[in-house]
């Protein structure tokens, strides 16, 4: 993979056209158009600019192949994800993600759930919607919810979080590999491709409120992070595309 293809790549991902990547560099989109096709190659500073800008190294730029889209994607699969019972809960702070983490972890510990018999402690999470321009743009808030899938028979010995139950429902599933390499990248790639294949194959997504729109979860296997991506659909069509989840 050339610079200039990886210019052109990064680009394209972030539906950025030539001119405004000119603009935003402070070239001409003559030049824009000359690095994309290796007629020319930027200087340092603006080498620095473009990894700053898409939030890579200027050693990726030169050396490596960005578009690895066929590696870091699995297939998109319609799954029936049997019903659950789970405990959740929300934070508000500048890092949401590991701070709503770290609140389940010690939970998992005082709830008894690390101790109970055949323990499933698989964790989802998504993204808390209902947090404030203001409260993003003044203070740099953003919201995170985190939850464990209680096995059958469960009662926690504490509170400290809310739990509920959702019945069995269709998702529309991709996994990545290695997710954070390229978090600001990867993972919005994967809701986009997913929402492609749904317009594509007569799926609707679902935002009834009944259970959850989209959800992630996050696993290692061998030595390796994955991360699947779930959106709630309903089917028009296409029965057989469905799969039970195992």
Same mark, same amino acid.
């Given at each position: 993979? *050339?610079?200039?293809?990886? @210019?052109?790549?990064?680009?394209?991902?972030?539906? +950025?056209?030539?001119? %405004?990547?000119?603009?935003?560099?402070? #070239?001409?989109?003559?030049?824009?158009?000359?690095?994309? +096709?290796?007629?020319?190659?930027?200087? @340092?500073?603006?080498?620095?600019? +473009?990894?700053?800008?898409?939030?890579?190294?200027?050693?990726?730029?030169?050396?490596?192949?960005?578009?690895?889209?066929?590696? /870091?994607?699995? %297939?998109?699969? @319609?799954?029936? @994800?049997?019903?659950?019972?789970?405990?959740?809960?929300?934070?508000?702070?500048?890092?949401?993600?590991?701070? /709503?983490?770290?609140?389940?972890?010690?939970? #998992?510990?005082? $709830?008894?759930?690390?101790?109970?018999?055949?323990?499933?402690?698989?964790?989802?999470?998504?993204?808390?919607?209902?947090?404030?321009?203001?409260?993003? *743009?003044?203070?740099?808030?953003?919201?995170?919810?985190?939850?464990?899938? !209680?096995?059958?028979?469960?009662?926690?010995?504490?509170?400290?979080?809310? +739990?509920? $139950?959702?019945?069995?429902?269709?998702?529309?599933?991709? =996994?990545?590999?290695?997710?954070?390499?390229?978090?600001?990248?990867?993972?919005?790639?994967?809701?986009?491709?997913?929402?492609?294949?749904?317009?594509?194959?007569?799926?609707?997504?679902?935002?009834?409120?009944?259970? !959850?729109?989209?959800?992630?979860?996050?696993?290692?296997?061998? *030595?390796? =992070?994955?991360?699947?991506?779930?959106?709630?659909?309903?089917? /028009?069509?296409?029965?057989?595309?469905?799969?039970?989840?195992?």
């Amino acid at each position: 993979m *050339s610079l200039g293809n990886n @210019i052109q790549y990064l680009r394209k991902i972030n539906n +950025i056209t030539q001119e %405004e990547l000119a603009e935003k560099l402070s #070239v001409s989109r003559q030049t824009i158009s000359k690095w994309e +096709i290796n007629q020319a190659y930027p200087e @340092i500073p603006k080498l620095v600019e +473009i990894g700053n800008l898409f939030r890579c190294n200027i050693d990726e730029l030169l050396k490596e192949d960005l578009d690895k889209s066929q590696e /870091v994607y699995s %297939e998109i699969t @319609i799954k029936e @994800i049997p019903g659950f019972r789970m405990a959740r809960y929300v934070i508000i702070s500048p890092n949401p993600e590991d701070d /709503v983490h770290f609140y389940m972890d010690r939970w #998992v510990e005082k $709830s008894g759930l690390n101790e109970f018999p055949d323990c499933n402690t698989k964790r989802i999470g998504w993204d808390f919607p209902f947090v404030s321009a203001e409260q993003q *743009s003044r203070f740099g808030l953003n919201g995170y919810v985190a939850a464990n899938i !209680l096995p059958d028979g469960f009662e926690p010995k504490c509170g400290g979080v809310e +739990i509920v $139950s959702q019945e069995t429902a269709n998702y529309a599933c991709i =996994t990545i590999r290695d997710p954070f390499a390229r978090t600001f990248e990867y993972i919005p790639g994967a809701y986009k491709k997913i929402m492609e294949y749904l317009n594509a194959n007569g799926f609707k997504e679902n935002v009834s409120g009944e259970y !959850l729109s989209y959800f992630e979860h996050v696993y290692e296997k061998e *030595s390796v =992070t994955y991360m699947e991506v779930y959106i709630h659909v309903d089917s /028009v069509g296409y029965a057989n595309l469905f799969t039970p989840l195992k």
